[in-house]
């Protein structure tokens, strides 16, 4: 079973313009998110997919494989499907550009659940406490018994109508993993009602019947979605 990362990394942003370009540490957003993931040691092989010139040549500096997109996206999975006519694994990872600090642990978690035959689509969730859980920002799942998502929100889910004590609430991490099957079905999908509601791509496939399977992990991404995420990210790598 071969796998692939690949790395969607669009140009335009709206919070921190240019971000997957900004400086970290002599290294670029995209080029730190790049190196962390390939270093985890998961992957077969590891593809940047980009609409710009600037992000491709900065891969090549590093002489990582470059899939130059040609046409225009709904979200990160239609963006790397077409670069399947160049990739030929059997499982790919969508891995968010603007997550220069990959765990190769949540990653190796999330392909194993593809020894499992029935698994088509996974992802990864952490558990947050309920104050974040009010954070529309932070999107949140809750699951079967089996870990498959119900259902993913910007709101609190579940509510919590009587105030129970210990109620757990997960946030979920970007982060998608699909057979190559699976990826191209998801493009074949219409954008959906909720999709377009909650802005969230993953409520395509629910709509659609699609399992997506949870994986949970204690690892917290840094996603860099402003100038304060970028300043943070330079405080873990001790910069100031």
């Known amino acids: 079973m071969k796998i692939a990362a690949l790395i969607p990394a669009r140009y335009a942003s709206t919070r921190l313009p240019a971000k997957l370009v900004q400086d970290l540490g ?3 957003v995209i080029q730190r998110t790049y190196l962390s993931t390939q270093a985890t040691g998961v992957f077969d092989e590891v593809w940047v997919v980009t609409d710009h010139e600037e992000i491709a040549n900065q891969i090549k500096e590093l002489g990582g494989n470059v899939f130059f997109s040609q046409k225009e ?68 799942v809750v699951t079967d018994h089996l870990g498959d998502a ?22 979920h991490i970007g982060v998608y993993a699909y057979r190559r099957k699976a990826l191209l079905g998801f ?37 860099i979605d402003t100038l304060e995420d970028l300043e943070r990210a330079r405080s873990i790598l001790g910069l100031k």
């Open 187 to 223: 493009t074949q999908m219409k954008k959906s009602e909720l999709e377009t509601l909650e802005m969230l791509e993953q409520l395509r496939l629910l709509e659609n019947g699609v399992k997506i399977r949870m994986v949970e992990t204690k690892h917290h991404t840094v996603a």
């Open 150 to 171: 119900l259902y993913f929100s910007r709101s609190a889910i579940p509510y919590n109508r009587d105030k129970i004590k210990r109620l757990s609430y997960w946030k």
């Open 26 to 28: 002599g290294k670029s």
């Open 73 to 140: 996206h709904e979200s990160g999975s239609d963006r790397i499907a077409e670069a399947l006519e160049s990739v030929h694994s059997d499982i790919i990872v969508n891995v968010q550009g603007d997550e220069p600090f990959q765990d190769k642990d949540s990653l190796a978690d999330l392909v194993a659940e593809f020894t499992n035959t029935g698994v088509e689509v996974a992802s990864l969730k952490t558990m947050i406490s309920e104050d974040e859980a009010q954070n529309p920002n932070f999107v949140k």
